[in-house]
Antibody, heavy 116, light 110 residues
Framework: QVQLQESGPGLVKSSETLSLTCAVS?????????WGWIRQPPGKGLEWIGS???????YYNPSLKSRVTISRDTSKNQFSLKLTSVTAADTAVYYC?????????WGQGTLVTVSS | QSALTQPASVSGSPGQSIAISCTGT?????????VSWYQHHPGKAPKLMIY???KRPSGVSNRFSGSKSGNTASLTISGLQAEDEGDYYC??????????FGGGTKLTVL
C-alpha cells in the first residue's frame, strides 16, 4: 500500500520560504507516477500547485510558477515543495498526492499558517 | 489557468440521483479525456472517485459515474446515501502536463 506523509513547519513568516517534504512508503518515486502538491486555503477549494514526474521533470501551476520549486530525492524516496515570498494568501492545508490513475493516494495534509 | 466552474451546491433526497457539472475550456476539459473527480470530507484527505472521465477505481461504488460532452464534464451519483454528503471537486489535465481543479460543489443529502 502506498503511503504519503507531509512534514514541515506549521508556521512561516510573511515574505519567507515555505518548505514541505512528502515521505513516500510502499512505492519508489523513481519507478512511476506524477508526485504532486495540492493545497486548500481555509474555506476555499482545492488548488493544484504542481508535480514532479518520476523522471524528475517538474510541472507547475502557471499562477504560482515564479515562486514554486518541486524536487525529489530518490535516495530518501521523498519529494519536496518550496514556495518563496509567502503571504497570508498562502495559508492553507497542503497535501501531497500521487497514483497510477490520477491522485489515488494522498497524505493526511498539513496546515501551514503564514504570519505577519 | 482559471479554475473549472462547478455549482456551489447541490442537494438531493436519499435514493435520488444528482449530477454535478464541471465546465472548462477546450484547453482543459474539452481538450483531454482526463477528468477526475474527488470526494472530500472536512478534515480528511480527498478520495478519488472517477478518473479518465468515466472510470472508477477499485472499491468505488458503481453508484458513481462520470461523463463528458464538449467542455463540460459531469459526475452523477445515483441512489443517494447519507454517506455521499460532502464536497466534490473535478480536476482536469491542461496544457503542459498541468492540472486544474474546479471550485468545488457541496453535496447535501436532505
Amino acid at each position: 500500500q502506498v503511503q504519503l506523509q507531509e512534514s514541515g513547519p506549521g508556521l512561516v513568516k510573511s515574505s519567507e520560504t515555505l518548505s514541505l517534504t512528502c515521505a513516500v512508503s510502499g512505492y519508489s518515486i523513481s519507478r512511476g507516477y506524477f508526485w504532486g502538491w495540492i493545497r486548500q486555503p481555509p474555506g476555499k477549494g482545492l488548488e493544484w500547485i504542481g508535480s514532479v514526474h518520476y523522471s524528475g521533470s517538474p510541472y507547475y501551476n502557471p499562477s504560482l510558477k515564479s515562486r514554486v520549486t518541486i524536487s525529489r530525492d530518490t535516495s530518501k524516496n521523498q519529494f519536496s515543495l518550496k514556495l518563496t515570498s509567502v503571504t497570508a494568501a498562502d495559508t492553507a492545508v497542503y497535501y501531497c498526492a500521487s497514483g497510477p490513475w490520477e491522485y489515488d493516494y494522498w497524505g493526511q495534509g498539513t496546515l501551514v499558517t503564514v504570519s505577519s | 489557468q482559471s479554475a473549472l466552474t462547478q455549482p456551489a451546491s447541490v442537494s438531493g433526497s436519499p435514493g435520488q440521483s444528482i449530477a454535478i457539472s464541471c465546465t472548462g475550456t477546450s484547453s482543459d476539459v474539452g481538450g483531454y479525456n482526463y477528468v477526475s473527480w474527488y470526494q472530500h470530507h472536512p478534515g480528511k484527505a480527498p478520495k478519488l472517485m472517477i478518473y479518465d472521465v468515466s472510470k472508477r477505481p477499485s472499491g468505488v461504488s458503481n453508484r458513481f459515474s462520470g461523463s463528458k460532452s464538449g467542455n463540460t464534464a459531469s459526475l452523477t451519483i445515483s441512489g443517494l446515501q447519507a454517506e455521499d454528503e460532502g464536497d466534490y471537486y473535478c480536476c482536469s489535465h491542461a496544457a503542459g502536463s498541468t492540472r486544474v481543479f474546479g471550485g468545488g460543489t457541496k453535496l447535501t443529502v436532505l
